[in-house]
């Protein structure tokens, strides 16, 4: 029989934990912060993983960062994900101009843009950056 992992919590961390399963802002965090609670029980990560809906791995992962870290370590840790294409610092004058220069063909726009940036994004890309600068672009 192998051997079970265990982590232990203080009663402050579990009453955090309880919190953050209950209330957490993502479902990911709140799942992570069931499966440490879970784990605090003795359980396995084979059954743990089962209740949570992951793999067995997963919980073992957390669980160490929940020993490094806290219960902090167990939110996605910023600068996760894809990085923008368009970036408002460098690339709001541009599109600027050029929305301004086809004020109706955002195609044409997108088209100057890519040849004017040198990069590829599409037309949505383009749309959602307008929608986000509005308040910049005083539009």
């Known amino acids: 029989m192998p051997r079970i992992k265990t982590v232990t919590a203080t009663d402050i961390q579990k009453a955090a934990l309880i919190k953050g399963m209950k209330y957490g802002r993502t479902p990911s965090y709140r799942m992570r912060c069931q499966a440490i609670l879970l784990k605090c029980e ?10 949570v809906g992951c793999c067995e791995m997963s919980i073992n992962d957390w669980m160490v960062r929940f020993a490094e870290q806290g219960i902090e370590g167990l939110a ?28 109706q063909r955002l195609r044409l726009a997108k088209e100057e843009l890519q040849g004017e940036l040198n990069k590829e994004f599409s037309l949505p890309t383009l749309k959602r950056f307008l929608k986000k600068t509005v308040g910049v672009t005083g539009g």
């Open 76 to 103: 996605v840790a910023r600068g996760r994900g894809r990085k923008p294409i368009l970036r408002q610092e460098s690339d709001l004058p541009a599109v600027r101009k050029a929305v301004q220069d086809n004020c």
């Open 42 to 51: 003795q359980r396995t990560s084979v059954d743990v993983a089962n209740t």
